[in-house]
């Protein structure tokens, strides 16, 4: 089946740390997102991608970057991690133009910053 | 003002029951409407989308929208357990995809057995 995958699934790490989540998706979809959900706050976009060449900041990109190495490939990045980088992630793909362009999410990754 | 408000519950229903999970949303000029489940620690799933006035229905569930009053609304009729989750509704300006969702914080649903 055409999925959405993410590594790691948990990850734990300590202040200061780089950190990569990964993203890979086999539906063909020209779109990716990253997001994070905490408690009370939904889901928050971090950075977006509708192709290869473009990428865009969303609402709470400060402490994060994006690599778009491929149309399937995401990654995320914290340079240096902090503790209320703490949350949930998920990557998000959706087709291009046409149909409900309805982002499919990721299973997530579970970040602990300590 | 949240672009996108939702009741963050816990909103009961007894089993068999309509549930009626209510979202107001601010930017006048959205198009897209969206209702995604998602269990405790899991993913979001779609449940269905909206981009016209009225109800549409799929299932069990029935998404309704009124633009002038800026609300849509999803009833899940003959509510089972496997219901409970929260849901989240999510907004998008556009219709043509170029724009990204706005979501709510969500509404948490628990269905009584």
């Known amino acids: 089946d055409a999925d959405v995958t993410q590594t790691p699934r948990n990850r734990i790490t300590k202040t200061g740390k780089r950190i990569m989540l990964e993203c890979s998706q086999t539906?063909?979809?020209?779109?990716m997102y990253w997001y994070r959900q905490d408690p009370g706050l939904g889901l928050r976009l971090i950075y977006y991608?509708?192709?290869?060449?473009?990428?865009n900041k969303g609402e709470i990109s400060d402490g994060y970057s994006v690599s778009r190495q491929a149309q399937a490939k995401f990654s995320l990045s914290l340079e240096s991690a902090i503790p209320n980088q703490t949350a949930l992630y998920f990557c998000?793909?959706?087709?291009?133009?046409?149909?409900?362009?309805?982002?499919?999410f990721g299973p997530g990754t579970r970040l602990t910053v300590l | 003002q949240k672009e996108v408000e939702q009741n963050s519950g816990p909103l009961s229903v007894p089993e068999g029951a309509i549930a009626s999970l209510n979202c107001t949303y601010s930017?006048?000029?959205?198009?897209?409407f969206f209702w995604y489940r998602q269990y405790s620690g899991k993913s979001p799933e779609l449940i269905m989308f909206?981009?016209?006035?009225g109800d549409k229905e799929d299932g069990r569930f029935t998404a309704q929208l009124n633009k002038a009053s800026q609300y849509v609304s999803l009833l899940i009729r003959d509510s089972q357990p496997s219901d409970s989750a929260t849901y989240l509704c999510?907004?998008?300006?556009?219709?043509?995809?170029?724009?990204?969702?706005?979501f709510g914080t969500g509404t948490r649903l628990t269905i009584i057995p």
């Open positions: 999510a907004v998008r300006r556009s219709n043509f995809g170029n724009e990204k969702l706005t």
């Open positions: 991608s509708f192709d290869v060449k473009d990428i």
């Open positions: 909206i981009y016209s006035n």
């Open positions: 539906k063909g979809h020209d779109r």
């Open positions: 998000a793909t959706s087709a291009g133009r046409g149909g409900a362009n309805t982002q499919y």
């Open positions: 930017d006048r000029g959205s198009q897209s």
